[in-house]
């Protein structure tokens, strides 16, 4: 079973950047990074098909950007000019067995059946 495990996370000031990285033990489809703030569900930030195809939620468009070593089974997530708001725990998904003809997307949680522990994200202003 792949195993995925987050890091890069921490504590910013309003403006700052920080870098996200999840490395997957195995093969990897469509991999996301999606985050969780207290008292929120959970919401997808930007995800990355296995060919480069890239999606991102309106509220990170222009800051973040998701990209992808498949030589090293590792995701990335640039976040640039980061806002209070973008405070959330941080969560890595992978897709590990072919999705078949259900219905997916690349920001549903349900398209995703592997997922990493998670990496803290804090921006204060």
């Known amino acids: 079973q792949v195993q995925l495990v987050e890091s890069g996370g921490g504590s910013v000031q309003a403006g700052g950047s920080l870098r996200l990285s999840c490395v997957a033990s195995?093969?990897?489809?469509?991999m996301g990074w999606f985050r969780q703030a207290r008292g929120k569900g959970r919401e997808g930030v930007a995800a990355?098909?296995?060919?480069?195809?890239?999606r991102y939620a309106d509220s990170v468009k222009c800051r973040f950007t998701v990209s992808r070593d498949n030589t090293k089974n590792t995701l990335y997530l640039q976040m640039n000019s980061l806002k209070p708001e973008d405070t959330a725990m941080y969560y890595c998904?992978?897709?590990?067995?072919?999705?078949?003809?259900?219905?997916?997307?690349?920001?549903?949680?349900?398209?995703?059946?592997?997922w990493g522990q998670g990496t803290q994200v804090t921006v204060s202003s």
């Open positions: 195995g093969y990897t489809y469509t």
């Open positions: 998904a992978a897709e590990t067995s072919l999705r078949g003809s259900r219905s997916w997307s690349f920001l549903w949680t349900s398209t995703y059946n592997t």
């Open positions: 990355i098909g296995n060919a480069g195809t890239t």
